[in-house]
């Protein structure tokens, strides 16, 4: 019997798909997947001559055929072409959904996202590729995902481009860009921290306004220039800074500061004896250099340097596989 199905979103949370699933489904034309390819056997689609399995950019596991079904690359945008470049200026897809913007388009890179593009969205998250320069008003309010990492690339920013983004905790800017623009994080009830590069130099009106759970803002390099409004409801919110960098006081539009310093993490599971080695994770911005010392007696402390490492991502796991030969081992980070 026919089933009577025309067109079908698969939702990424969908690993495996049951044999005869859609079997006989002869008016079936077009299944489009959020996801990674699922897990199917040969009975999955037997009969269905008309579909074609449509997937997204950035996702994996996609042969022709899929399960006997023509593969098509997915690419849900609308968009314009000027002077070579392609700006995008909406997306179709569905609540949910994970979005990996590809750099090119029909062999055109992709460097603007025009105002509203993904307005209201409730995306699970986005990528944004480094050949994008421009991100236009509103470009991702009211989109809905936890987390954003904005490429250095990104020279202009317009009026609230993630402005209501109420799932919306952890906003990294990468170095490169020079300025933070008006209302740009204001209204994201749920932005717990944010990390603004040292190439930024401006901080526009109200950029992270009434965000009433940020609690760190982690800054990689001087005190930009910004005006009084910039935390305005931010009752929590603590600005950081890295030692050696300028302009910074007890205070910071309105803001307390504290200094920047790298950390033991104690609490993420990597704390502990692992494969007979000591170890732990340690944090703190990108590109610092950290040294580990460690002592065993703390009334009289004598440290010894271990390792001097770069944390080329932000982060390092260290281990010592000596740690047994002492009766007692205390461990402290340094900036060489």
Known sequence: MACGLTNLVIPASVNSIGSDAFNLCDELTSLYFTGNAPAVDSTVFAGDTKATAYYLYGTTGWNSPFDGLPTTLWLPFSYVTNAGSITLTGCTVPAGTAIIIPPTLNGLPVTSIASDAFNDLDLVSVTIPDTVTNLGNDSFSYSGFGSVTIPGSVLGLGTGVFE?????TNAVILDGSTSIGFDMFFDCPNLV????????TNLGTGAFGNCKNLTGIYFTGNAPATNSSIFAGDSKATVYYLPGTTGWGTNFAGAATALWLPQIQTSDGGFGVQNRQFGFNLSWAGG????????????NPVWTPLQTLTLTNGAYYFSEPQWTNYPARFYRLTSP
């Open 164 to 168: 209501d983004d109420y799932n919306l």
């Open 193 to 200: 921290q944010a990390t603004i590069p040292g190439s930024v």
């Open 288 to 299: 610092q250099v950290v040294e580990v010392d460690a002592c065993t007696n703390l009334a």
